[in-house]
C-alpha cells in the first residue's frame, strides 16, 4: 500500500465551479500535511499546509480528517489558472521525510 | 533570489556518459533532497542529507552517487546512464514547518 494516495483524475470541470480533491495517508504517526501544485514542466511548489483545526485562503481550503486518515482540498469559483495538478504531502516526522500523491489532475475549462 | 537553484536545465547525453547536476540553496534549510519524477509524472524519493549527512537512500542503483560538501550543496553524480534515468530530477530543501522548496529542475535525457 503506498504512503499517500490519491485519485489522478483528471478533474474537467468549467470555469466558476467548486471541486474537491480528497488524499488519504496510511500512517496514522504522520504529522504534518501540505497541498502542493506543479504546473506543466515547472516544479511543485507550496500551495498551503494542512492544520488540525482546517485553514482557508482564498478560494481555497484544505481540511485534515486524522480520524480516517485523509486531507481535502476544496476550490471555489474555479479560475483557468487553476488548471494544474495538486500534490498531496505527508510528513511523518522522521528526518524530514515526506511523501508525495501522485497527484491529481484539474483542468478548468472556459 | 532564487532560493533553491539547480544546473543544468537541461542535459541530454549519450548512454553510457557520466554526468552530475547540482544543487544550492539559500534558505538555512537542515535537510536537501533529489527526487526523481518520471514519465508518470509521480515524484519518488532518492536521497535525503541532512547537514551534510546521508539520512535516506530509497534503493536508488549505486551508479547515482550524492555528495553534499556543506548543508547549503547536494550535487548528484550518475555513472553509466541508461535509457531508464531519463526524467526529471528535481533538489529540494525543507524544514519540518514550511515543508519543501523545489529547485527548478534538470530535465535529463539519455539517448
Known amino acids: 500500500r503506498k504512503e499517500v494516495e490519491q485519485d489522478p483524475g483528471p478533474f474537467n470541470v468549467p470555469e466558476g465551479a467548486t471541486v474537491a480533491f480528497n488524499c488519504t495517508y496510511s500512517?496514522?504517526?504522520?504529522?504534518?500535511f501540505f497541498w502542493y501544485r506543479q504546473d506543466c514542466r515547472k516544479e511543485p511548489k507550496l500551495l498551503m499546509s494542512v492544520y488540525s483545526s482546517g485553514n482557508e485562503d482564498g478560494r481555497f481550503t484544505a481540511q485534515l480528517n486524522r480520524a480516517s486518515q485523509y486531507i481535502s482540498l476544496l476550490i471555489r469559483d474555479s479560475k483557468l489558472s487553476d488548471s494544474a495538478t495538486y500534490l498531496c504531502v505527508v510528513n511523518e516526522n522522521n528526518f524530514n521525510k515526506f511523501y508525495f500523491g501522485s497527484g491529481t489532475k484539474l483542468n478548468v475549462k472556459p | 533570489d532564487t532560493a533553491v537553484s539547480q544546473t543544468p536545465k537541461y542535459l541530454v547525453t549519450q548512454m553510457g556518459n557520466d554526468k552530475s547536476i547540482k544543487c544550492e540553496q539559500n534558505?538555512?534549510?537542515?535537510?536537501m533532497y533529489w527526487y526523481k519524477q518520471d514519465s508518470k509524472k509521480f515524484l519518488k524519493i532518492m536521497f535525503s542529507y541532512n547537514n551534510k549527512e546521508l539520512i535516506i537512500n530509497e534503493t536508488v542503483p549505486n551508479r547515482f552517487s550524492p555528495k553534499s560538501p556543506d548543508k547549503a550543496h547536494l550535487n548528484l553524480h550518475i555513472n553509466s546512464l541508461e535509457l531508464g534515468d531519463s526524467a526529471v530530477y528535481f533538489c529540494a530543501s525543507s524544514n519540518e514547518i514550511y515543508g519543501y522548496t523545489f529547485g527548478s529542475g534538470t530535465r535529463l535525457t539519455v539517448v
Open positions: 534558505l538555512g534549510h537542515d535537510t
Open positions: 500512517n496514522s504517526a504522520s504529522q504534518s
